[in-house]
Each structure stands twice: as structure tokens, then as C-alpha cells.
């Protein structure tokens, strides 16, 4: 048979084999470049990361020491009570130094580092361990392993408060331990976090360093995972149902200090996101919250842990622009919009 004969037309999409090997060496360049603009990147976090790890977790131990002692200053406790927060202070403390050690380790061993790609994640390996997970979004974790403890967290609050403090949450930041896991989680690298939702959540809670997140920008993070082990963990829906029905400020307040972002819009209104959901309301509903909060003593403690979303909130509560309206109108409206069809998220 010819040269003619045998030849069956051009490759799919109309590329001949010249064409295709032209695209194979282009795919293969990019790649290379990409795969170097990735690990240049992954360069300057680890140089970061080592060159910060010390002061990251000075000033978290000085945190839980500053914020804890404030609440033992602050709060009527009994003597049980003081040692029982002591206790769970010097929990966090001995997690910190296991974590900074390991961290330290770790990062070390890095120097030795392969990457390999899985799905949509990157790991990258120091021999069978992996020693940094690289997200498709760009976070990256450094993993730390079997760094967890069981502490005991005294309630601040009452029955009542504490419910409705615990919709908010449910209904936003806080998870469930394994898919079919029945106790309340909270995945945070926030310290401030930690101890706001701890006193939701008073009890034995399980604690754990599990990483820490290397930015792009900004300093490394501790990554921080807590189950409330006396809790029975409620649905996202069925949080919403109940904080719908209640209507509590305490419940709107962990909602947005959980998920909520807000701003202003026009001069008397606010807007209210949380997940797809933005929500435009009377502004007088933040002065409201804010007031619940103190009555309650849960602003009080947001004061000692420093809370910058906390501090904001009262920024746009007190602020001159405030408006002066019906409470009542304000909640009534607030959950009308959240029944009403998600819209898609805006960067605010």
C-alpha cells in the first residue's frame, strides 16, 4: 500500500502529528513553569513560617493567658470554677509547646521535600510522610500529628444564653465530627475564636493542633480543631428553623461573628452577608445585638478576647449614621430576607 493509501487525514480537532508534538513541548513548558512559580512560592512561605514560628506561638500563649486570667478577674466563679479554667489554660499551653516543636521539625525536613500531585491537592513529601498539603486555592497546611487533650470548660452563662449564643454558631461556623459525627466542631485559627465559642460550649471539649496554615500573605497560623463532647451537634437547617422561630439578638450575634460579614449601605441601612445570603436591614439591629450582649455578659468577654468583628459591630452600632428604629420591625425584616432565595455572594 502507498504512503497515499495509508495516510488517514489529520488527527482530531484538524492537528497533524507535527501539531501535536508542538503542543505536547508547549503543555510540557507551561508546566514546568507553573510547577516553579508554585514551588518558589511554597519557597517564600516556609522561609516565613520558620522565620516567625517562634513569635506565632509567644504571642498565642500570651493570649489564652491574658484572655483567661481577664475572665477570671471579670466573672463571679467560684473556686472550682478558677481552677477549672487554670486547667484548661495550662491544656492549651502544653498543646502549644508539643505543636512548636513538632512544627519546627517539620518545617526542617522540608529541605528534603518532593511534591506530588492527587486531585485537586498537592502534597508534598518528605519520604512516606506527607509534610505540607497545598490546596487548589492556594491554602497550605503543614500537617501536625497526635497533638490533641481532653480539657474542662466551666459555664460563664446561664441555660437560656447559652442556647441562643449556640443557634448562631450552629447555623454558621460550627461543624460536626465526621460525617455522621453527633458532637458540635470547630475548626478555627482564630485564638479569639476558640475561647468565644468554648463558652458556648462549656464541658469536656476535645482539643487538637492540627496544622499550621503557611499565607501568601501575613503570618503563619495555628490550626485549631475542638469537639464540645457534652453537646449533641444540630443540622445547619434545623439551626436556622429554630433561630428563625426565636428571633434572639445572641442568635444573630454568633451568626455574624461566625459567618457574617457587614456594611453599609446607603446611610441608614445595613447589609448583613452570611454564606449566599445578603440581607439588608435597619441599622438599629447592630445597636440592638450589642446591647443583648452586654445585658448578658457575652460582650463583656468578646471585650477581654479582643474580637475585632466584635469591635466593629459596635463601631457600626454607636457610630452617628445610626438609625433610630423599631427593634422589633428590624428582626421581623431580617428574617423575611433570610427566607427568601439565596442570592449569589458578593465581595463586600
Known amino acids: 500500500m502507498s504512503a497515499r493509501a495509508r495516510y488517514e487525514g489529520p488527527r482530531a480537532g484538524g492537528r497533524g502529528p507535527r501539531a ?44 489564652f493567658n491574658e484572655a483567661i486570667d481577664g475572665i477570671i478577674r ?5 473556686e472550682e470554677e478558677v481552677n477549672e479554667l487554670n486547667r484548661f489554660k495550662e491544656t492549651l499551653l502544653t498543646l502549644l509547646d508539643r505543636a512548636h516543636e513538632q512544627a519546627r521539625t517539620r518545617l526542617e525536613e522540608l529541605d528534603t521535600a518532593h511534591v506530588e500531585k492527587e486531585e485537586k491537592t498537592l502534597k508534598v513529601a518528605t519520604g ?22 481532653t480539657a474542662y470548660f466551666p459555664p460563664l452563662f446561664q441555660r437560656n444564653v447559652l442556647e441562643a449564643l449556640q443557634l448562631g454558631w450552629a447555623a454558621s461556623d460550627e461543624g460536626q465530627n465526621g460525617r455522621k459525627g453527633r458532637r458540635p466542631l470547630m475548626g478555627t485559627s ?3 475564636q476558640i475561647m468565644a465559642w468554648a463558652a458556648t460550649r462549656p464541658g469536656r471539649l ?8 503557611l499565607r501568601r500573605k501575613g503570618k503563619p497560623s495555628i490550626a485549631w480543631r475542638i469537639v464540645a463532647q457534652d453537646w449533641h ?3 445547619k ?22 459567618d457574617g460579614k457587614m456594611s453599609w449601605r446607603g446611610r441608614t441601612m445595613l447589609r448583613i452577608s452570611v454564606g449566599n445570603t445578603d440581607a439588608t436591614l435597619p441599622k438599629s439591629i447592630a445597636r440592638m ?8 455578659k457575652y460582650g463583656d468577654l468578646l471585650d477581654m478576647l479582643k474580637c475585632e468583628k466584635w469591635e466593629a459591630l459596635k463601631m457600626k452600632a454607636y457610630s452617628p449614621r445610626a438609625a433610630r428604629l423599631d427593634p422589633d420591625f428590624a428582626l421581623r425584616r431580617l428574617f423575611e430576607l433570610a427566607e427568601s432565595p439565596p442570592l449569589p455572594q458578593q465581595n463586600l
Open 20 to 63: 501535536d508534538a508542538a503542543l505536547d513541548s508547549l503543555t510540557e513548558r507551561v508546566n514546568r513553569a507553573l510547577a516553579k512559580m508554585v514551588y518558589n512560592d511554597l519557597k517564600e512561605r516556609i522561609a516565613r513560617a520558620r522565620a516567625e514560628l517562634n513569635s506565632i506561638f509567644d504571642e498565642t500563649k500570651s493570649y
Open 190 to 192: 482564630h485564638p479569639w
Open 237 to 258: 437547617r434545623e439551626a436556622w428553623r429554630r433561630l428563625r422561630a426565636k428571633c434572639d439578638p445572641l442568635s444573630l450575634l454568633t451568626l455574624y461573628l461566625g
Open 233 to 235: 451537634y444540630v443540622s
Open 289 to 296: 445585638i450589642v446591647k443583648e450582649a452586654y445585658a448578658t
Open 128 to 149: 512516606n510522610a506527607v509534610a505540607l498539603l497545598v490546596t487548589e486555592r492556594g491554602s497550605a497546611r503543614l500537617p501536625l500529628y497526635g497533638i490533641s487533650a
Open 206 to 213: 476535645r482539643i487538637s493542633v492540627y496544622g499550621i496554615f
Open 74 to 78: 471579670e466573672f463571679k466563679l467560684t
